[in-house]
């Protein structure tokens, strides 16, 4: 085999590498904007460690970390470092995939944490002064006015002391204003899980494209070496 073929087979290799790195870059951007977008994290704190937002942040600083390293050994032809890379990437994809079935397992499990994290939450807004547990509060009232529900099995949680953002008018400037009648625990409930199902979805189609790069990768390098040609 010639530098030519060797260069074209190098480039190949880069470029699976690359995309690797770029999906890895999108899982990032994606869980940075659920992240600031999200409005529920305080209200259910059983939820934290696995939280789709930190995840996707997890995973995909990982992913570009161990893809950089695969683009960088491939530029550099450096043995030592496309091993590692290999390695790397292997591990990882066991790991993608046993978390993929964290989430799609978790997903049917979530009403045993979720109602107790929610009246938890409920209680503390009712008991705290105007200026105590301010981001409780917030993210209470815009889960209220986003799903457009009031308490966690409805009005009644509240014990007549509703909050404006369970008004069904907008502004609510009456003396007895009408509420929503539906509770909040299945409508956030249910946003959860569809988020568990899609953040399991997206981590084991990141999962495929590491396989598919990694199964073309190994292949050329092993072709390479044995040529004599590159990655000395």
């Known amino acids: 085999m010639n530098r030519s073929c060797v260069n074209c087979l190098k480039s190949l290799v880069l470029s699976l590498n690359f995309l690797c790195w770029l999906c890895g870059a999108f899982v990032v951007a994606f869980g940075e904007f659920q992240m600031i977008h999200s ?44 091993i590692s890379f290999f390695v790397l990437l292997f591990v990882l994809m066991l790991v993608e995939l046993a978390m993929a079935c964290v989430f799609l397992v978790y997903s049917r499990k979530i009403d045993a944490y979720f109602e107790g994290d929610l009246m938890r939450s409920l209680d503390i807004y009712r008991q705290s002064s ?36 369970c008004c069904t008018e907008d502004p609510c400037n009456t003396i007895d204003p009408p509420n929503w009648p539906e509770g909040c625990l299945v409508k956030l409930r249910d946003w959860f899980a569809g988020n568990y199902v899609s953040t399991g979805a997206g981590v084991v189609t990141l999962c495929i494209i590491q396989f598919i790069c990694l199964s073309i990768s190994v292949p050329l390098f092993c072709h390479m070496s044995r040529s004599g040609l590159g990655y000395k």
């Open 39 to 82: 409005k529920f994290a305080s209200l259910v704190t059983s939820f934290w460690p696995i939280y789709p937002a930190n995840t996707l942040v997890v995973t995909g600083t990982i992913v570009t970390c161990v893809c950089y390293l695969g683009m960088l050994g491939g530029m550099k032809e450096n043995r030592c470092m496309l």
């Open 130 to 165: 105007s200026e105590n547990n301010t981001d409780i509060k917030k993210d209470f009232d815009a889960v209220q006015h986003l799903f457009r529900c009031c308490g966690v099995h409805g009005e009644a949680d509240w014990k007549g002391d509703t909050p404006l953002s």
